[in-house]
């Protein structure tokens, strides 16, 4: 079953894009390989950057964009308002520049999931620092575990619900890139899919997001007459690979909270 919308208030098409390498997803690989408790980056979680790598990935990804017929190519982009999310979405737009009236829009419902109290933190510094919180994700899982002052997969979940509503109503029958974090495109997948948890999770546990890597919906109409978006790819950095462009799927810097 999936998300579906009636004929008139429904996008073409969605690219939900997950940033390119950041500078915590480098930090993070550090502090693990060290067996660090803690992620050594100064910036908050919003204002971490690109690394070099990100920058390339997302250029890789923005001339593939390009180099679709000008029908084709995003008509709005939706960025989190992080700055690795919007450093990916600017370089895209900027081999997008055909469209002069191609925008970039930033919305706080696409942010990264919140860490709370686990902010920071490696999976031995939670063990080290909170093993009670440790034991709580145990016990519920994360899907609804919520750290103290943070946020469960749920209630990522519940502001994306509402995100899709504003889609529907304000970009009906264009085509909407998104780009966002690795818990954002699936909690998006779990929405659009009408999936379970167990679903998700296994999804989950297939692997990472790749950075830059494209989820892809298109909308059908069903036989009711009913318009669905249907999954075309998921994952795919075929973009990245023909570019050159080295593939990473290194979590961000807070994955032992996700």
Request: proline content about 5%; hydrophobic content about 40%.
């Given at each position: 079953?999936?998300h ?40 908050r ?9 990100g ?123 998104i ?12 929405i ?67």
């Amino acid at each position: 079953m999936t998300h579906t919308w009636p004929r008139q208030i429904r996008p073409k098409q969605i690219w939900i894009v997950r940033h390119g390498e950041s500078a915590g997803n480098v930090a993070r690989d550090a502090a693990d390989l060290a067996g660090h408790a803690r992620i050594d980056i100064e910036e908050r979680d919003v204002d971490v950057p690109l690394s070099a790598l990100g920058k390339r990935q997302s250029d890789a990804l923005g001339a593939w964009f390009a180099g679709k017929p000008a029908g084709e190519q995003p008509d709005i982009i939706l960025a989190s308002p992080y700055r690795r999310a919007v450093q990916t979405a600017d370089r895209i737009a900027d081999q997008l520049a055909r469209s002069p009236q191609l925008s970039i829009s930033t919305d706080e419902r696409l942010r990264e999931k919140e860490f709370g109290i686990l902010d920071r933190l490696t999976r031995r510094g939670i063990e080290e620092f909170h093993p009670e919180q440790a034991e709580f994700r145990r016990i519920l899982g994360k899907f609804y575990h919520r750290p103290p002052a943070g946020e469960s997969w749920c209630d990522v979940i519940l502001r994306l619900r509402s995100m899709l509503d504003t889609i529907s109503l304000h970009y009906a029958d264009q085509r909407v890139l998104i780009v966002a974090h690795q818990v954002v495109v699936l909690c998006l997948r779990y929405i659009i899919e009408t999936l379970s948890e167990e679903e998700i999770l296994a999804i989950d546990r297939q692997g990472d997001v790749a950075n830059c890597g494209v989820t892809e919906y298109r909308t059908e109409a069903g036989p009711n007459g009913a318009a669905s978006l249907v999954l075309k790819r998921y994952n795919f950095v075929a973009p990245l690979l023909e570019a050159g462009a080295p593939v990473t799927a290194k979590p961000d810097a807070n994955v032992a909270a996700r």
